[in-house]
């Protein structure tokens, strides 16, 4: 079982530019979650989506927007990359019964 | 609303030698409490996680967390240090939504 993939595993991209990052899970389950992960600031809540069809803003939503057509898939776009979007990228996905969230391997992105 | 504070951002022990790493927490409802593990570069592991069926959590790899209502704290502890536990750990509460601490890196030396 993969669990949650994610990629890139790294990019380095320039500003002004779109970037999609990828993200899958095989686990069925219903709601998935991107962070950011900064220096002393530990994982931020990007977007989340409570199920296939429906998304939610987190605590840091702007500069990204997401998409969730189906249960497995959960994309992360910036649509004009910035320097400050420089971080690491998680996704997650959590099955709602047990509360526990399982995370992929993270995406580098280094916006210049 | 909730939040988390690990009160030690680097943390340093030898190996053979327990561990402590701090969490306490501020919840308006009973929360659920996690301790995740990121090893560098790689994603985050769930260690344990407390919902209060008892206030002593035993997780992987040996640590264990105690949950104290009274001093709002869940902190995170192993009898014995290894090498491979130098980690960053994330202490975590959720009644809704997860909130992250910022994180404590543990060192361990030889």
């Known amino acids: 079982i993969a669990g949650i993939t994610q990629a890139p595993t790294s990019q380095i991209l320039a500003a002004g530019r779109r970037m999609t990052l990828r993200c899958t899970q095989d686990?069925?389950?219903?709601?998935m979650y991107w962070y950011r992960q900064d220096l002393g600031l530990g994982l931020r809540l990007i977007h989340y989506?409570?199920?296939?069809?429906?998304?939610g803003k987190g605590e840091v939503p702007d500069g990204y927007s997401v998409s969730r057509a189906n249960t497995d898939d959960f994309p992360l776009t910036l649509a004009s990359a910035v320097p400050s979007q420089t971080s690491v990228y998680f996704c997650?996905?959590?099955?709602?019964?047990?509360?526990?969230?399982?995370f992929g391997a993270g995406t580098r992105l280094s916006v210049l | 609303a909730q939040s988390v504070t690990q009160l030690d951002s680097h943390v340093s022990v030898s190996e053979g030698t327990p561990v402590l790493l701090r969490c306490n927490y501020s919840?308006?409802?009973?929360?659920?409490l996690f301790w995740y593990v990121q090893h560098p570069n790689k994603g985050l592991q769930l260690l344990l996680k407390y919902t209060s069926a008892a206030t002593l959590v035993k997780g992987i790899n040996g640590f264990e967390a105690e949950f104290k209502k009274s001093e709002t704290s869940f902190h995170l502890t192993k009898p014995s240090a290894h090498m491979s536990d130098a980690a960053e750990y994330f202490c975590?509460?959720?009644?809704?939504?997860?909130?992250f601490g910022t994180g404590t890196r543990l060192q361990v030396f030889p």
């Open positions: 919840s308006s409802y009973s929360p659920s």
């Open positions: 989506s409570n199920t296939a069809g429906t998304t």
């Open positions: 686990m069925r389950h219903n709601a």
């Open positions: 975590v509460v959720s009644d809704r939504d997860f909130i």
């Open positions: 997650a996905s959590s099955d709602g019964t047990q509360g526990i969230q399982y």
